[in-house]
């Protein structure tokens, strides 16, 4: 009886060690980078704070596509695009100029000294004048624009010596749909960080995201006071306009807020001077003008 068990019992595991009960199946193949570039976090910031410092001032064309909305409304309004221009200069000197599309009239026209900015929007016939923060939001997105959220993204600010910082190296595999292949993006992040005063807490200021392909700076999240992600600015590709490599689209999100606003480069001159009356706007007359603190 013992004997005729055993022989049940081999016969059964048979299949198993021999290969008739396994399944082979494809996945997608995985593309490994052909050069990965390595950098220290001294030389990361040294390169961020080297690209900052070179440029004073931009003037550029551009197109601008926004959205808004997300889970939190249900539901997500994508905007017709329009041409505009952004003129900027350091110190904090911006002017933020939409178009209509095909009339070519102003949407909207932001201008800002660093401190107080203008809001006009012709359409509304209305203004806003204020703090560069946003106090009160507005069911409009346009109305919520602040000079801060171009300034920041835009540029990506230098490390100052005083701030604290801190690297990790970070694999991302994203699916190419074209080619059915899975890539592998190795990366370096950038942590700014700034200490609580009399307490041993960090408190994260922003995040700069650099492949490693290039070590180019392609993401920036930028932290509100409570820790949330405030701004994402995102970068690439990359083109060369002049003498200057700059991102040929800038995605900046306010996943707060639910909003987005793709700016795409059409024309981009660096370091030209620009005079104090660019950045000056004058509010007609008769326009509703609300002031905020």
Not at 1 to 11: E, F, G, Y
Not at 22 to 39: I, N
Not at 81 to 96: D, Q, T
Not at 230 to 247: D, V, W
């Amino acid at each position: 009886m013992m004997r005729k068990r055993w022989i049940q019992a081999m016969a059964m595991l048979l299949p198993a060690l021999t290969g008739c009960l396994k399944h082979t199946r494809k996945v997608m193949q995985v593309s490994m980078p052909g050069v990965v570039m390595s950098a220290s976090g001294s030389q990361l910031v040294d390169s961020i704070n080297k690209q900052y410092d070179a440029i004073d001032s931009l003037n550029a064309k551009v197109e601008f596509r926004a959205s808004a909305g997300g889970a939190k409304k249900g539901k997500v309004t994508d905007y017709t695009s329009f041409s505009g221009y952004i003129l900027l200069r350091k110190p904090e000197n911006l002017r933020v100029l939409g178009l209509v599309p095909v009339l070519h009239t102003i949407a909207f026209d932001l201008a800002s000294d660093g401190q107080t900015f203008k809001l006009y929007i012709p359409i509304k016939n209305k203004a806003i004048v204020g703090s560069n923060s946003v106090t009160v939001q507005s069911t409009n997105p346009i109305e919520n624009l602040r000079p801060n959220i171009f300034f920041d993204s835009l540029l990506i600010h230098s490390i100052g010596p005083d701030e604290l910082y801190s690297i990790t190296n970070q694999t991302k595999t994203v699916q190419d749909s074209k080619k059915k292949r899975l890539i592998v993006q190795p990366d370096y992040d950038l942590n700014v960080l700034r200490k609580q005063p009399d307490s041993n807490e960090l408190i994260p200021e922003r995040v700069i995201h650099f492949s490693r392909i290039d070590l180019l700076p392609y993401e920036e999240d930028i932290y509100d006071k409570n820790g949330d992600i405030e701004t994402q600015a995102l970068y690439g590709p990359y083109q060369t306009f002049g003498t200057a490599k700059f991102p040929g689209i800038i995605t900046i999100r306010r996943p707060l807020e639910e909003y987005q606003i793709v700016i795409t480069i059409q024309k981009l001159t660096v370091n030209q001077k620009l005079n104090d009356n660019q950045f000056q706007m004058k509010i007609p007359a008769g326009v509703q003008t609300r002031i905020i603190k």
